[in-house]
């Protein structure tokens, strides 16, 4: 299947998803109106990716801002996710980045990591 | 139309202390304008770290709250003096230094007792039980492509670390005009 690449721009983030390596980067800001509207093309992503997914999987999440509606589509993104480590068909890593001083997004990655059952790394940068 | 009185409005905004305000259509493209005017702006400013973002994000909240709300009202009859599209908000320093954001916009009279409903109950959790609730609203809500399921005003007195301020006037019988007011420390 192709790879997903998306340019980043200042209200939505730089997604670079890989079916051949099997890691999915979420990066930069993301604060559209329409959140579903930009990641709904994701969504689907995943849902392909999931037939044939690689023996690992995983997530980099490094995000500076992001809105509430955003914050539902990750969550999203997650649970698509969490149901693939479920089947067995993968091993599922997530990586959470934060900037040293921003504690909120600290939280917000303690936050998914309570609501889901992945594995997390909460990382600074 | 009546001589406008721009000195007089220069002088209460420069009293309140507002460093960028407009009035009219909000629409996605004037929103982000305004995120790259603030974001230049507190780049600039030897302001702390922490607080910048937060005042960031408690902006996006906001503008994009009423943004929303806009829209959804622009699908109803949107012909009145009262409903036609346009919004105001303004964006000051507050007292010891922090940042304050404002806005306002029509809604519905019936829909303003439950906002205030909402909103009173927000106010009225602690920081352990706003981020609780968050996080039950994120868990269990679906998202509508309106926004993010109420949790934007959840998240506003999240992060913004003070109570929602609020007023609803009651111009006509359809419309109230709601304020709210977010304060940054």
Redesign the interface.
């Given at each position: 299947m192709d790879n997903l690449i998306i340019e980043g721009t200042n209200k939505t983030p730089v997604i670079s998803f890989k079916a051949d390596t099997g890691t999915l980067e979420i990066a930069g800001k993301s604060i559209p109106e329409n959140s579903f509207g930009f990641y709904q093309p994701l969504f689907t992503w995943i849902d392909n990716y999931v037939l044939n997914p690689l023996p690992k999987t995983e997530i980099k999440i490094s995000l500076e801002y992001f809105n509430t509606s955003s914050s539902k589509c990750l969550l999203d993104i997650l649970r698509k996710l969490e149901a693939l480590k479920k089947s067995a068909k993968s091993t599922v890593t997530v990586s959470w980045y934060y900037e040293a001083d921003d504690e909120d997004m600290m939280e917000a990655g303690q936050d998914y990591d309570s609501l889901v059952d992945l594995n997390f790394n909460i990382i600074k940068i | 139309m009546a001589k406008l009185d721009l000195y007089n409005i220069y002088l209460n905004m420069e009293k309140e202390d507002i460093i960028l305000s407009f009035k009219g259509d909000i629409t996605?493209e004037l929103?982000?304008s305004v995120?790259?005017i603030v974001e230049a702006r507190i780049e600039n400013g030897n302001e702390d770290?922490?607080k910048k973002?937060?005042f960031?994000?408690v902006l996006?909240?906001c503008l994009?709250n009423m943004?929303?709300h806009m829209e959804t009202m622009q699908e109803l009859d949107n012909s009145s003096p009262e409903n036609n599209g346009s919004g105001i908000f303004m964006i000051g320093k507050g007292e010891d230094g922090g940042y304050r954001i404002i806005t306002g916009n029509f809604i519905l009279n019936e829909n303003a007792g439950i906002l205030k409903q909402r909103i009173d109950q927000i106010n009225a959790m602690n920081p352990q039980e706003l981020?609780a609730y968050?996080?039950e609203k994120?868990?269990s809500?679906e998202?509508?492509?309106k926004?993010?399921?109420g949790?934007?005003i959840?998240?506003i007195a999240r992060?913004s670390g003070n109570k929602i301020e609020y007023d609803f006037q009651y111009p006509s019988s359809k419309y109230s005009f709601f304020t709210l007011s977010a304060t940054i420390n």
């Open positions: - | 996605k929103l982000s995120y790259q770290p922490k973002k937060k960031f994000h996006v909240e994009q943004y929303n981020k968050y996080l994120l868990g809500t998202l509508s492509d926004g993010g399921a949790l934007g959840i998240d992060k």
